[in-house]
C-alpha cells in the first residue's frame, strides 16, 4: 500500500512536532522547574524578597535555650537571621570557646537545636543562622559555596566588632555549610578549627549529589543544562567550582565524609593536598549523640 506524498509530509511535520516538543519538556520545561526546587528555597512560590521575614526563635525558646537574636547584612542584596546563645554558665566570657553551627541546604538553622543544646550544656557559646534562601535569612537561591564563605565571614565580622567571639572559634558545616567553612578559612585566620560534614567540595559533585537526592531524571548535558537554567534564575555570578579548585585545608579540619563517600576524587584530592597533621578523616556517624562526641573530642584536641 503505497503512502500520498500528502499524508507523508504530515507524518513528517507530526514527527517533528513530536520531537520539538520533547527537546523543550527535556531543556526547558523540566529543569526549570528542577532547578527551582534543587536550588530554590523552600516555599520559594511563597516567597516575597520585599518584605522582611521575622527573626522568629519560637522553636528554640520551646527548646528552652536562651538566645539573642541578630541580623547581619552579608551584601547589598542578603540578610542572615542569627542567634546567639550563652554557654550554660549564663557568662559568654566563661566559655570554653564559640561554636558556629552552619545548617545544610536542605535546612535551617532550626534543624541545628539538638547539636547546639550540646555545646551549651558543655559551656560553649553557640552561633546558629539561616544560610542565604533559607529560613529566616533572605534570598531566592541558595549558592554553591562562595556566596556562603563569604556571608560566614560577614557573620563572624559581626561577632567580631561586639566582642561575641571566644576563641577558639569552631565552624560546623553540614553540606554546603561545610563547604561555607572550607572556603572561608582559605581567606578567614580568625577561624580555628573546622568540621565539615559532607561537603560538596565541588559543583561537579554538588550536582550529581542533589540530583540524586531530589529524584531528578538524567538526560543528556544535564549538568551544563542545569547550571545555565541557575544562572538564569538566581542571577548569580557564582563560579564553578571543578577538581582542580580544590584547595588544601587551612587550619586544624576534621572531615566527616559518608563511607560510600570516601574514595571520591574530589575528597582523596583534598587529602592529599592537605597537610595530614591539619586534616583528620572520618565516617559520618550517625546521630547526633555519636556527632557530638566526635566533635568534641576533634576541638579537645591540642587544648
Not at 516575597?48 to 525558646?61: G, L, Q, Y
Amino acid at each position: 500500500m503505497k503512502i500520498s506524498q500528502q499524508t507523508k509530509e504530515i507524518i513528517n511535520m507530526v514527527l517533528f512536532v513530536i520531537v520539538v516538543a520533547a527537546l523543550v519538556i527535556v531543556y526547558i520545561v523540566y529543569p526549570l522547574g528542577r532547578t527551582k526546587a534543587i536550588m530554590g528555597r523552600v516555599g520559594l512560590d511563597d516567597y516575597d524578597e520585599d518584605s522582611t521575614i521575622a527573626n522568629d526563635a519560637a522553636a528554640w525558646v520551646e527548646a528552652e535555650l536562651a538566645q539573642d537574636t541578630f541580623r547581619v547584612e552579608a551584601d547589598g542584596l542578603t540578610t542572615l537571621a542569627g542567634l546567639y546563645l550563652r554557654p550554660d554558665s549564663g557568662v559568654a566570657d566563661s566559655a570554653r570557646g564559640t561554636v558556629c553551627l552552619i545548617h545544610g541546604d536542605d535546612d535551617d538553622r532550626d534543624a541545628m537545636i539538638p547539636l547546639a543544646r550540646r555545646f551549651v550544656d558543655s559551656g560553649f557559646a553557640v552561633v546558629a543562622y539561616d544560610q542565604r534562601a533559607a529560613g529566616r535569612s533572605s534570598g531566592s537561591y541558595h549558592g554553591v559555596g562562595q556566596y556562603e564563605a563569604s556571608d560566614f565571614q560577614a557573620l563572624v565580622s559581626y561577632l567580631e566588632l561586639r566582642q561575641r567571639i571566644i576563641h577558639p572559634l569552631v565552624a560546623v558545616g553540614f553540606t554546603l555549610g561545610g563547604d561555607a567553612a572550607l572556603l572561608a578559612t582559605a581567606e578567614d585566620k580568625r577561624i580555628d578549627r573546622v568540621v565539615a560534614i559532607d561537603p560538596y567540595l565541588t559543583t561537579r559533585r554538588m550536582q550529581d549529589i542533589l540530583r540524586k537526592r531530589h529524584d531528578a531524571y538524567w538526560f543528556p548535558f544535564y549538568r551544563t543544562i542545569m547550571w545555565w537554567w541557575y544562572d538564569m534564575r538566581s542571577s548569580y555570578a557564582a563560579s564553578y567550582r571543578d577538581y582542580d579548585d580544590i584547595k588544601a585545608v587551612a587550619c586544624p579540619t576534621l572531615l566527616l565524609i559518608s563511607a560510600d563517600a570516601s574514595d571520591d576524587r574530589e575528597v582523596q584530592r583534598l587529602a592529599d593536598l592537605s597537610d595530614p597533621a591539619l586534616l583528620e578523616m572520618k565516617t559520618t556517624p550517625d546521630g547526633n549523640d555519636q556527632l557530638f562526641t566526635e566533635i568534641l573530642s576533634f576541638m579537645s584536641t591540642g587544648e
